[in-house]
């Protein structure tokens, strides 16, 4: 690998909403509390994180599907309140 040098790393991830591959500071990290789903805008909570868009279409996509267990590897549902509220905060509604 001598004398190439890397590309811009651009780290894309997959919205659990609608399936899209996007660049990961396009998504908002989703991180399972106890049994709830929270944003984690930063990207500063440990564990696991699933990546949604900033969107209530995708929220409510992944929602519908329960893609944030499956994606989070949590065995129940989980509360999606402060995550919605987070989303309606951030489309300005
Ligand atoms: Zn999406």
């Known amino acids: 690998m001598s004398g190439r040098t890397r590309a811009r790393v651009r780290p894309e991830r997959t919205c659990v909403g609608c399936r899209e591959r996007a660049a990961k500071t396009e998504l908002l ?3 399972a ?3 709830a789903c929270v944003p984690d ?3 500063t909570l ?3 994180g699933a990546y949604v868009h900033p969107a209530l279409a995708c929220l409510d ?3 519908r599907r329960r893609a944030f267990p499956r994606a989070l590897r949590v065995p129940g549902p989980l509360d999606v309140k ?3 509220h987070h989303v309606e905060q951030a489309q300005g509604c």
């Open 61 to 63: 996509q992944a929602v």
């Open 82 to 84: 402060a995550l919605r």
């Open 41 to 43: 805008p930063r990207g």
């Open 33 to 35: 509390a106890g049994d």
């Open 46 to 48: 440990p564990g696991r």
């Open 29 to 31: 990290r989703i991180v």
